[in-house]
């Protein structure tokens, strides 16, 4: 698939149906997270693989209350845990790089997903103990973000987005591109 078609296509899913996701696609896109760039090549990411069903309803319990994705969570047949050690990533002007790090190429990931026809959704909001707990995260690691990966139930239709002249700038800030 085209890398812009996919671009475009990608939408945050919500729900599954329960057909099996085969391992060897699940390597093929954790190659995709694999092979993203990073702070000094430091690769500060770790990617667990969930498919027991008992684990990924301790993940969606751990879900802030109300999250739109917990039900996916529970349901979608493989949800993938990136976690981060962020002593291995930079930190300048209190900008923390491993969220940097783990944030792209866990889109890396959900894109290469994609491509293979498969659903994503990017959950950051949780109870990270509870997350931490659930995979047996060691403590010098963050969990940083997961997401349910599965055959989309349906594919919805694109969310708005804001116009480019809101968003990007010719020289300086403010100034309209041409
Ligand atoms: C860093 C980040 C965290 C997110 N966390 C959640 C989340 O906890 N729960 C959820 O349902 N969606 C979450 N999302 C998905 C966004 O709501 C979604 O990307 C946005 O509404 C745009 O929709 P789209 O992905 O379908 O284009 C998150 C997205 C990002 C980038």
Redesign the pocket.
Known sequence: MELYQVLEE?????KYLPDPVPAATVQKILDAARIAPSWSNLQCWRFIVVRSREKREQLAAA??GG???AK?VAEAPVVIVACADPKASGDHDGKAYYLLDT?LALQQLILAAHAEGLGT??????DEAKARAVCNVPPEYRVV?LTPLGVPERR?S??P?KALAEIAFAEEWGKPLP
């Open positions: 990608r939408r945050s899913i919500r879900l802030a999250n739109p994705a996916a944030g959704c990017w959950v950051a909001w949780f973000a919805p694109p969310r987005r």
